[in-house]
């Protein structure tokens, strides 16, 4: 691999140290997704609703700016009462808004990490039921068949 354009990462610890040393030009999109669920561990039930509903207005907003502004208006309505829950978002803010720099048609795919975790289930799927390969040219074979199987869904 020569050039990477983007990273889709979940929130482990290392990633962004580790892309930029192997490839400092490539820009860092943490999961939405797994950022949400981080956030959500710290509110309770009774307010998850109306909590995931002011989320759902960072990610969707038309441009970085106004996802900006909804932060700030939710740090506002539920800073005092959640701030770790905020202080994820916006200590993350540099890597949570790296999709917001695409076509609004392909941010659903750059923001979370859905797709290759698809991918991976599918690999898993198929290579648990082989235990064992003749050679690494039949595994790559399997996962290549499996690669073209998902990419006709």
Not at 9 to 38: M, S, T, W, Y
Not at 46 to 59: H, N, T
Not at 118 to 135: A, E, G, H, Y
Request: a positive charge; proline letters at 3%.
């Amino acid at each position: 691999m020569q050039n990477v354009l983007i990273f889709c990462v979940d929130g482990l610890n290392g990633f962004k140290e580790a892309i930029g040393a192997a490839f400092p030009f490539a820009k860092i999109q943490r999961c939405i997704i797994h950022q949400i669920r981080a956030s959500m561990k710290y509110i309770p039930f009774k307010d998850r609703k109306a909590f995931e509903k002011d989320l759902k207005s960072i990610y969707s907003a038309v441009n970085e700016e106004e996802g900006m502004e909804n932060l700030l208006g939710m740090k506002e309505k539920w800073g005092n009462k959640y701030p770790n829950a905020i202080k994820s978002w916006e200590d993350n803010w540099d890597n949570l808004s790296t999709f917001f720099e695409f076509q609004k048609n392909i941010r659903k795919i750059i923001y979370t990490t859905n797709v290759i975790e698809s991918l991976n289930s599918q690999f898993r799927k198929v290579t648990k039921t082989k235990l064992i390969f003749p050679n690494d040219e039949s595994l790559l074979k399997m996962l290549y068949l499996a690669t073209q199987k998902v990419s006709v869904k």
